[in-house]
């Protein structure tokens, strides 16, 4: 009689698991399966999970409680994107968010899933898991769409500088006002209200992921036809041409005639001292043009919340589905869910407004006298 032997598994370390497998998703950003931003998210999530789990113990020896308790951990873990003072004013105490909590446990779940699948567990843990967390409606109100109002001024701050009757693209009423305490006046060659001008514009309109932007070339904007078009590097080696709104091409047009020359000759968005914009120098922009909208149309936004207004409003104006995932970059129509943000007073519109009411001229039917039969 045979007997069956457990399969064998390489019972390899947390630690030892992880530096494994965060070397395969780094490996796939040079075949265009990820985009390397996308791997630095695994990456930092894994070296996240490290941590809490325990670097020497080893990964086959965690159960669905282990896996629970991390996640419950990770929760509760500060928000470090914040800084300290908004932490303490921030809904729920600045903790992670529910998108953060669910972006994590995937993370999670894919590691498991490669260790089950090369042998380092004999059984995925996660199956006998039973935290989740629920993404929708736990975006940080800066990650949600702006409203139309609030949207609008913004475009409106941001192309201040744009307006011929600015003579000389002066810039805007900012630079007249006291600097703030512990930063020096701003000199001419510093000022970066063109460019600034142009990252919210195309953020607001064309939504590109933030490493999108940061990552455009020059010669990456062209024309045909009498059209300009962006060519967008995006995830997983995918590229998409999308047309430039007239007002977007005439800001891009203005910014390449001040645009300044130095290290990163090829890249468009460039810092007053020549460099390519990073990441993190998006959010310092937008902040800045908020500065300048009426406070009752102001609110934070990051430039993942100005890629959902682009979604959010797109949709709502009635533009194609297929043409807004297009625009954004995405693979498959079913995504756009989560970019799509309830707006005020929509289904209020809709519902006055509906089709089946209608009569051919677009008025609603008067109400018969004699009332319900």
Do not use: C
Not at 188 to 203: H, P, Y
């Amino acid at each position: 009689m045979s007997i069956m032997l457990p399969a064998q598994v390489n019972r390899l370390t947390v630690e030892e698991a992880a530096d494994r497998y965060v070397e395969l998703v780094r490996a796939r950003t040079l075949t265009g399966a990820l985009s390397p931003a996308t791997a630095e998210v695994y990456a930092r999530d894994v070296a996240t999970f490290v941590r809490l789990a325990g670097p020497g113990r080893v990964l086959d020896d965690l159960t669905g409680e282990d896996v629970d308790a991390v996640l419950l951990a990770f929760a509760r873990k500060p928000d470090e994107r914040r800084r300290p003072e908004d932490r303490r004013t921030a809904p729920g105490g600045g903790v992670q968010s529910p998108a953060s909590q669910a972006r994590f446990r995937r993370s999670v779940s894919a590691l498991f899933r490669h260790a089950a699948a090369v042998g380092w567990v004999h059984l995925d843990p996660m199956a006998a898991s039973s935290v989740t967390a629920r993404e929708r409606g736990g975006l940080r109100p800066e990650r949600r769409a702006l409203t139309k109002e609030q949207a609008e001024g913004l475009i409106e701050a941001a192309r201040a500088p744009l307006d011929p009757g600015s003579e000389g693209h002066s810039p805007p009423p900012r630079s007249t006002a006291p600097a703030e305490p512990g930063r020096p006046r701003q000199r001419r060659d510093q000022r970066t209200e063109v460019r600034d001008a142009l990252v919210v514009l195309l953020l607001a309109t064309l939504g590109p992921r933030v490493s999108e932007l940061v990552r455009a070339n020059v010669e990456d904007f062209y024309t045909n036809d009498g059209v300009r078009y962006w060519r967008i590097f995006g995830k997983g080696g995918r590229t998409r041409d999308v047309p430039l709104p007239d007002d977007v091409a005439r800001a891009l047009d203005a910014y390449l005639a001040v645009r300044p020359a130095g290290e990163e000759e090829k890249a468009l968005l460039l810092s007053w001292r020549g460099r390519r914009l990073a990441r993190g120098d998006v959010q310092g922009v937008i902040d800045r043009v908020q500065r300048l909208v009426e406070p009752g149309r102001r609110r934070e936004v990051t430039p993942h919340g100005l890629r959902h207004t682009t979604a959010t409003h797109l949709l709502a104006d009635g533009t194609d589905m297929d043409a807004v995932r297009r625009v954004l970059g995405h693979s498959d129509l079913s995504t756009l869910g989560r970019y799509r943000d309830d707006l005020p007073g929509e289904l209020e519109v809709a519902m006055g407004s509906h089709p089946l009411l209608r009569r051919r001229d677009g008025r609603r039917p008067p109400e018969s006298a004699d009332g319900p039969g």
